[in-house]
């Protein structure tokens, strides 16, 4: 594993999804072998690292977040021995991996769930679920009131052998993905395999799913109807399981090379948030509070404020996140009249400046990548790939359906990527399992590579940058006073980064030199657009000790 003391704190992440990133086999469905070729792109690219959401066997009920087999590569993306040479080749590369686990939650078809299913209630093996029974005289109520983030219900009936309506269980997203029980020995014990198997095959990190929601209230309490309960959630951000991450910590400290805990926390409360972040448990966990601000000055500077005030008391780094696999990409979202974020609010037919938006996704990417702490890239963005309308029968996401078809789901932004080529697959492989819009042409990598002024070209001149330059490599920011639709701040004592979200074109401060910028220049700051400037020659600066 490359050396680099704290290597996590300033890193570049690049997320492959990889059902989607390049298809090897020409199935039409992306997989290890796509990946594995494409790591001179990646590497062209400069990330230290790759985050792969699940590609262990699974249904793909919820894109692989169903997790059948952890020990497994899903046949469709390749095998557990090309996985260990992706792992090994990337590292080659400079390019650590980091791996994704689901602790809330497995697949139906699981071998425990299985198990569960076939005993009987009161069994050992209902115990590492929540089995439960119904209310009612029959039966036939569920346990609790409690509301899935995918919308609806949370608890699925079974049958008993003989036909007759059983025991239901809790699943708080589908029904092919039933939560487990974390008092139980066996649930703790068998993820701590889980991570000691991967970070035995060299993985430098795992990214936790649904961090803030595996412990559950044992008495199985009601949610108060249109309040927040008045002592604690039961299902939300308990304090149990501050633990668990203190022993998942334990297991990562007994590795070297640094091997990291990514949470994915999503609560809107500071403090309860950084405390996953205190010395001995995560190393990081994803920033959402700044993806979901609308295209504001003020907005996005309270944010980033807000953001790196919460971390400083307990000593981690803050993160950057514009996108992932869950939300509208960036291009269409900062196109749009109401820019910012929110789950329930993604709607069809919602109307987009997608010129607008193109400008405004390329200056917030330099705007984040010239923020202090670690930065995370979702495939495509770089390219400046658009949120998908997709056909309604090419839908498979279950928040599409959950929502009674009202959300168009998370699918369009997990188009297959347009690598090559005119025209659909696009270089991607076989026909992709999503369809391909008919105008990405100019948006392929093989497009972009030839252009120099392209977002793929931007995204490579901000992460070398990034590296080489010093001033970004520490903790510290001070804003710049440069007007209310100004967002400015510099880094170190010698490098500035300028937003204009403003309407109208402003001046540069005093500088040495314009060191990248999101659109031409022409002696001001355009609207919607982002430049670095240093103050002093850059090559007064020393070099950042490479990895
Ligand atoms: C968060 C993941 O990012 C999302 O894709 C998934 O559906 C849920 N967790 C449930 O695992
Ligand atoms: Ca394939």
């Not at 990598?445 to 992460?463: F, G």
């Not at 010698?494 to 999101?518: D, F, M, Q, R």
Request: hydrophobic share 40%.
């Amino acid at each position: 594993m490359p050396a680099g003391e704290g290597w996590w704190r300033t890193a570049v992440i690049y997320q492959v999804y990889v059902r989607s990133f390049a298809d090897g086999n020409g199935d039409g469905i992306g997989d290890l072998a796509g990946v594995r070729s494409r790591l001179p792109y990646l590497k062209s690219l400069g990330v230290d690292a790759l985050w792969f959401t699940p590609w262990y066997e699974s249904p793909l009920a919820d894109g692989g977040y169903d997790v059948q087999d952890y020990r497994r590569i899903d046949p469709r993306f390749g095998t557990l021995e090309e996985a260990e040479q992706l792992i090994a080749e990337a590292l080659e590369h400079g390019i650590r991996t980091i791996v994704d686990i689901v602790p809330n939650h497995i697949s139906d078809r699981h071998e425990w769930f299985q198990q569960a299913l076939a005993a009987q209630p009161g069994s050992p093996e209902r115990e590492r679920f929540w089995f439960h029974p119904g209310r009612g005289e029959g039966g036939e109520e569920m346990p609790t009131n409690w509301v899935s983030s995918f919308q609806g219900e949370t608890w699925t009936r079974t049958r008993n052998p003989d036909g007759t309506p059983g025991e239901w269980y809790l699943h708080l997203f589908t029904p092919q993905q039933p939560d487990l029980n974390w008092n139980h020995p066996d649930v703790r014990r068998e993820h701590e395999d889980v991570l000691r198997f991967w970070f035995d095959r060299g993985v430098a990190g795992v990214r936790i799913d649904s961090a803030a929601l595996p412990v559950k209230d044992p008495a199985l309490p009601d949610l108060p109807v249109g309040t927040a309960p008045a002592s604690g959630h039961p299902h939300i951000d308990r304090d149990e399981l501050h633990d668990i991450y203190r022993d998942w910590r334990a297991v990562a400290e007994e590795y070297d090379g640094e091997r990291v805990l990514v949470g994915e926390v999503w609560l809107d409360d500071a403090e309860r948030f950084a405390r996953y972040l205190r010395p001995g448990e995560m190393h990081t966990a994803f920033n959402f509070g700044f993806m979901t601000q609308p295209w504001s000055a003020q907005a996005m500077r309270d944010s980033i404020t807000r953001t790196l005030a919460e971390h400083a008391p307990v000593g981690a780094p803050a993160t950057w996140v514009l996108s992932n696999h869950d939300v509208t990409r960036p291009v269409t979202r900062y196109g749009q009249a109401d820019s910012s974020f929110a789950f329930e609010r993604k709607r069809f037919g919602t109307p987009t400046n997608a010129v607008r938006g193109a400008r405004r996704a390329r200056a917030a990417s330099l705007l984040v990548a010239a923020l202090p702490g670690s930065l995370y890239i979702y495939q495509g963005d770089e390219l400046g790939l658009s949120e998908v309308e997709l056909p309604l029968e090419a839908i498979e996401d279950p928040m599409h359906f959950r929502s009674g078809g009202v959300d168009p789901g998370r699918d369009g932004c997990r188009v297959p990527l347009p690598w090559a080529g005119a025209a659909t697959p696009y270089g991607f492989g076989g026909t992709p399992w999503l369809p391909q819009p008919a105008d990405w042409a100019a948006l392929t990598v093989e497009a972009q590579d030839a252009d120099p002024a392209s977002t793929l070209n931007l995204y490579r001149a901000a992460i070398a940058l990034r590296t080489q330059i010093a001033d970004f490599a520490g903790g510290e920011l001070e804003w710049l006073e440069l007007g209310a639709d100004v967002l400015a701040f510099r880094r170190g004592d010698g490098t500035v980064s300028i937003t204009n979200l403003g309407a109208v074109p402003v001046p540069l401060p005093a500088h040495h030199e314009v060191l990248l910028s999101s659109a031409p220049l022409d002696g001001m700051l355009p609207p919607d657009s982002t430049a670095w400037l240093a103050l002093r020659p850059v090559r007064d600066r020393a070099p950042r000790v490479a990895d």
